[in-house]
Structures are given as structure tokens and as C-alpha cells.
């Protein structure tokens, strides 16, 4: 059992950092969507990773719609605060993809528009606009990995 972390266009190295300790630590795999707001070599990016960098598979994409041609059998899920559905009410599948949009703006509209079925959301109040990009990455990948029983996780 694997799961995708896509972030694109992610612009503060310490949550793709955060992001890619819980993809080594998971077996998850990392894909990552230029333009990134940062080099890969950015030491905050590494001291977020601490020693895990070299667990981690990692793929770099210079678009999302180079990414979609690559996996076109792929299962993609798009978390957004404009989303209806919660995460939870989701039942996932082996190599679903969960697709984050950058700190600052979130997804394109463009990409929210053409997956209308395929936007989830985590549930919070209203006094915050969203949660940290690695806090959320994080929801949803181990409650996709809760539903398939932790495979090769102890």
C-alpha cells in the first residue's frame, strides 16, 4: 500500500520539510510542483527533514497537468477550505494522490473547478482561514493509512 503527497507550488521549505519526515516515515512518496518558493538545498528544507531526506521518494514535476499525464490511472483527492466533503468521509484506495496547493493561495481555481467531486476538506473554525500545509498533509495521509490498517507501518 502506497499514498502520493502532491504540493504545488509549496513556498515555505520548513512544511515541505515537515512534509517529506512524514512521507519517509509513512513509505509515502513526494511529489513535488514547480515553481517551488525555494531551492531543494535550502538548509531549513533539510533541517525540517533532519537525516530522513535520503528515505524519502521524491519526484519533481515542472507542472501539475506533467504530473497528471504521468499517472493518468491515478486517483487524485484535492484538499481545499472550499470543499463540502470532509476527509474522513472518504474511503481511499491503494496509490491515491492527495494534492495541496500552496501556503499562501491554496489550489488554483482551475484545478478546484475541473474535481469538483474530488475536493475534501478538514473541519475547523471559523476563526482561523486554514491550517499549516504539514499539519494538514499529515490528516489526511494517516487517516488514508487508519483505513488500510498501516500497512508495513509498526
Excluded at 502532491?6 to 513535488?32: D, K, S
Excluded at 494522490?97 to 473554525?125: C, H, W, Y
Excluded at 471559523?126 to 487508519?146: G, H, K, P, Q, Y
Amino acid at each position: 500500500m502506497a499514498f502520493h503527497i502532491v504540493l504545488v507550488e509549496p513556498e515555505i521549505p520548513a512544511n515541505t520539510g515537515n512534509i517529506a519526515r512524514t512521507c519517509a516515515a509513512t513509505g509515502a512518496a513526494l511529489h513535488l510542483v514547480h515553481p517551488l518558493g525555494f531551492h531543494t538545498d535550502d538548509k531549513s528544507l533539510k533541517r525540517a527533514g533532519l537525516d530522513y531526506w535520503h528515505a524519502v521518494r521524491i519526484e519533481y514535476h515542472d507542472s501539475f497537468d506533467q504530473l497528471l499525464e504521468k499517472y493518468k490511472d491515478g486517483r487524485f483527492w484535492y484538499s481545499t477550505t472550499k470543499a463540502n466533503k470532509s476527509y474522513h468521509d472518504v474511503q481511499y484506495m491503494d496509490n491515491d494522490f492527495f494534492v495541496f496547493g500552496k501556503e499562501t493561495a491554496g489550489l488554483p481555481a482551475s484545478i478546484l473547478e475541473r474535481n469538483p467531486d474530488q475536493l475534501i476538506r478538514l473541519p475547523m473554525t471559523d476563526t482561523v482561514r486554514s491550517m499549516n500545509l504539514s499539519n494538514c498533509a499529515a490528516i489526511v495521509l494517516f487517516e488514508a493509512l487508519r483505513q488500510s490498517g498501516f500497512p508495513g507501518i509498526h
